[in-house]
């Protein structure tokens, strides 16, 4: 069975950091884009950050440039999201994707072939 399974969510204070994994299983993802998608309470689902299959590329959503990074173990098959400077707004749940196409499918939201369940970031002001 294909998993994507997300952890290091948690609730942590503004201006904190917590760092999200993202270990597949059932399949390599090693060549596959990879990013984070995030849901708040009562809105629709955002892009956060796309790495490619390398590593040499990363995308980051405007509202968390600067603050969060992303990055990839391919020989651990598992996806990173360092969250830095944390403010309330970034209070949602967030899901592991991966796209067998491109970092573009992930940002857009339209090429996503596989999903976590997500795990849930609460930031306290």
């Known amino acids: 069975q294909v998993q994507l399974v997300e952890s290091g969510g948690g609730l942590v204070q503004a201006g904190g950091s917590l760092r999200l994994s993202c270990a597949g299983s059932g399949r390599t993802f090693s060549r596959d884009a990879m990013g984070w998608v995030r849901q708040a309470p009562g809105k629709e689902r955002e892009f956060v950050a796309a790495?490619?299959?390398?590593?040499?590329?990363?995308y980051y959503a405007d509202s968390v440039k600067g603050r969060f990074t992303i990055s990839r173990d391919n020989t651990k098959n598992t996806l990173y999201l360092q969250m830095n400077s944390l403010k309330p707004e970034d209070t949602a749940i967030y899901y592991c994707?991966?796209?067998?196409?491109?970092?573009?499918?992930?940002?857009?939201?339209?090429?996503?072939?596989?999903w976590g369940k997500g795990t849930l970031v609460n930031v306290s002001s």
């Open positions: 790495i490619t299959w390398t590593g040499s590329s990363t």
């Open positions: 994707a991966a796209s067998l196409r491109s970092t573009a499918g992930i940002r857009v939201g339209d090429g996503i072939d596989y």
